[in-house]
């Protein structure tokens, strides 16, 4: 993929309604997977997919955003933006994890969490908060992948991991390039000088160690694409877990709460 690339051509590309989904890479990367539904506490938000995952004799424990294709598809996925109930469910599924010690991994994709009123009643900032709360605590392997769009605490709800990946065209960012330019400037027709300022590329965010690995992709038109990145993605899920094995629990929370908290400093120091 060209490195003349734009900041706002790779939020173009990022958003492409072809790309790849969560569950294509699911279903590519690992041998099995069994949904989940549910939060036991009101529906079951469909935005956000939970399972149980195989590699080999590998179990996981899978938490995914998920995107629609069609307008159908995107209707009842709410167009891959969580309610509070997503949220939950899923920190339902990352403490069932932490007690069967299966390692989790997390496929990031949304323009944010639905800011809907019944979401708000519902208690949306107190089910985000409380993600990142919960996954801060867990005492096994955490890998994030963000593959199309990360946007807000909507994606950072189910990204505090261990290992945090992007895919090379995908964006990881506050809020959106229209958000921004409309809160900064009350015009959200600039939305180009927006992505460049908001430093959301891959490049960007590996730059100031907010994560850990570009994983590189081939033209989206290749039509291996989703088998060519899958491949990549899993090497690097394996890799991962082979460089945290033998770590207590404790170490493995440690180490992720000194990779967020050192987040801060280096962006500070630059």
């Not at 598809?73 to 167009?79: A, G, L, M, W, Y």
């Not at 985000?128 to 769009?149: D, H, N, Q, Y």
């Not at 946007?151 to 229209?178: D, H, K, T, W």
Request: proline share 4%; net charge positive.
């Amino acid at each position: 993929m060209s490195n003349k690339l734009t900041a706002w051509d790779r939020v173009v590309i990022a958003r492409n309604p072809k790309r790849p989904t969560s569950l294509d890479y699911i279903n590519e990367i690992f041998d099995e997977f069994l949904e989940l539904h549910g939060d036991r506490n009101f529906k079951d938000d469909k935005a956000i997919c939970c399972g149980l995952a195989r590699i080999g004799n590998q179990n996981f424990t899978v938490i995914a955003e998920q995107k629609g294709r069609t307008t159908k598809e995107n209707i009842v996925r709410n167009f891959g933006m969580p309610n509070p109930e997503s949220y939950r469910k899923a920190i339902r599924f990352m403490k069932q994890a932490d007690k069967f010690k299966r390692p989790i991994v997390t496929f990031v994709d949304t323009k944010g969490a639905y800011p809907g009123i019944g979401a708000e009643e519902r208690g949306q900032g107190e089910a985000i908060a409380k993600s990142m709360f919960e996954m801060a605590k867990l005492s096994v392997p955490v890998i994030v992948v963000v593959i199309g769009e990360g946007s807000s605490g909507g994606a950072l709800a189910i990204a505090v991991g261990n290992r945090v990946f992007m895919l090379e065209n995908a964006i990881y960012s506050i809020l959106s390039p229209e958000g921004f330019s409309s809160i900064l400037w009350k015009d959200s027709s600039r939305v180009e000088e927006a992505a460049e300022k908001m430093k959301l590329t891959a490049k960007d965010l590996y730059d100031f160690k907010v994560i850990d690995k570009i994983i590189k992709e081939p033209p989206m038109e290749d039509t291996d694409f989703l088998k060519t990145v899958s491949k990549r993605i899993k090497k690097e899920i394996l890799s991962s877990l082979k460089e945290m094995d033998g770590l207590t629990g404790e170490q493995i929370r440690e180490e992720r709460y000194k990779k967020f908290r050192n987040m801060g400093e280096f962006v500070k120091m630059n």
